[in-house]
C-alpha cells in the first residue's frame, strides 16, 4: 500500500451502512472536513444524531445503484456481501477510490490507525494484516508521543517559514534541522528547558534569522509556559 495524506475538505465522501464500523469511518471523515453522505436503511443512534446536527447528509435506505457518482471516495460499511460487492463495482464504474470493510484485497485505500499532536500525525498501517495490532501501537505510540511533539513542530514550522522567506538555500536548511533536532530540540521542549533552547537556536540560526524573536514567536504562538 502506497502511503499518502489526502485532502478530503468538501469532497463529497459516501458511506454506505451505519454501523459501528460505519460510524468510525463517519467521524473521522467529519472531522476532516469531508462532504459525508450515508446511505443504510438502518443507523446507530450516533450516526442519527450527526445528521440532526447538520453533519452529514443521510439518506435512510438501501443502496441504489448510480450512489457512488460523484463520490471522491465510497465506503463499503454494511454487513451484507452482496450489498458490498455492488457498492464496489458502482465506485469502480464511477471513478471514486474504494475503502471496503470486509474485504482488504478490494481495498484502492485502507485507513491507518493514528493520531494528532497538532499538525503532527502519526499512521500505522499493516496492509490488512492486523487491525488489533494497529490499534495496540496506536496507543502505545500515543502514551509515547506528548504534546511536545506538537510544540516542536510548531517551532520548527516557525523556523522554516523565516528560512524560506530569507532565500536560504535547501542544502542549507537541511543540515540546520537536522542540527537542531541532533541537539535535542525536542527534549529541551518537553523539559521546558528555554534557557537550553534559546542556546540551541542562536548555534544553529544563521544571521538572517532573529533566534530572539524565534523565541518570542513561540512561546506566544505555541506554547503558554
Ligand atoms: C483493511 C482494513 C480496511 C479499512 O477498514 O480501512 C480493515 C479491515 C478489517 N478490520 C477488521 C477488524 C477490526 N478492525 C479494527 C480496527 C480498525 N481497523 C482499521 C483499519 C482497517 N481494517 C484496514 C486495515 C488497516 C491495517 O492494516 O491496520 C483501523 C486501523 C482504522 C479505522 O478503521 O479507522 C481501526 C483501528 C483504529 C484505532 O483504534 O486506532 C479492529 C480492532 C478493534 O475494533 O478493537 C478489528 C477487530 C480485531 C481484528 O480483526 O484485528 C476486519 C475483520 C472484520 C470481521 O472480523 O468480520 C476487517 C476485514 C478483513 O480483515 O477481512
Ligand atoms: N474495516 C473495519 O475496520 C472493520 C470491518 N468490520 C466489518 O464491517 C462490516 C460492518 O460491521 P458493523 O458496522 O459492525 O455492522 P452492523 O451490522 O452494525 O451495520 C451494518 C450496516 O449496514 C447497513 N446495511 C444493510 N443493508 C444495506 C444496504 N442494502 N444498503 C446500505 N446499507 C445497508 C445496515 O443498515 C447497518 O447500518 C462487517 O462486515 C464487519 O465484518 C468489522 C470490524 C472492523
Not at 478530503?8 to 473521522?28: D, E, H, P, Y
Request: proline content about 3%; hydrophobic content about 45%; aromatic content about 8%.
Amino acid at each position: 500500500m502506497y502511503p499518502v495524506n489526502l485532502n478530503v475538505a468538501g469532497r463529497l465522501c459516501l458511506v454506505v451502512g451505519g454501523g459501528r464500523v460505519a460510524l468510525r469511518k463517519i467521524r473521522n471523515l467529519v472531522e476532516h472536513g469531508a462532504r459525508v453522505r450515508v446511505v443504510a436503511p438502518e443507523v446507530v443512534p450516533e450516526v442519527q444524531a450527526l445528521a440532526g446536527g447538520g453533519q452529514i447528509e443521510l439518506l435512510l435506505r438501501g443502496f441504489q445503484q448510480g450512489d457512488a457518482s460523484g463520490a471522491f471516495l465510497v465506503f463499503a460499511a454494511t454487513d451484507q456481501v452482496e450489498v458490498q460487492a455492488v457498492a464496489a463495482a458502482d465506485a469502480r464504474k464511477y471513478g471514486a477510490l474504494l475503502n471496503s470493510a470486509d474485504s482488504p484485497e478490494l481495498c484502492d485505500f485502507q485507513l491507518p490507525a493514528y493520531f494528532c499532536r497538532g499538525g503532527f500525525q502519526l499512521a500505522i498501517s499493516t496492509d490488512g494484516g492486523s487491525p488489533a495490532f494497529s490499534r495496540f501501537i496506536r496507543q502505545k505510540l500515543e502514551d509515547e508521543f506528548g504534546d511536545e511533539y506538537e510544540y516542536s513542530l510548531c517551532l520548527l514550522a516557525i523556523i522554516r517559514k523565516k528560512a524560506l522567506a530569507a532565500g536560504l538555500d535547501v542544502g542549507h536548511n537541511q543540515k540546520m534541522f537536522r542540527k537542531l533536532l541532533d541537539d535535542d530540540l525536542v527534549d529541551c521542549i518537553k523539559s521546558e528547558s528555554w534557557a537550553n533552547l534559546s542556546k540551541i537556536l542562536y548555534c544553529h540560526l544563521p544571521k538572517q534569522i532573529d533566534a530572539e524573536e524565534i523565541m518570542e514567536d513561540f512561546r506566544g504562538k505555541c506554547c503558554q509556559n
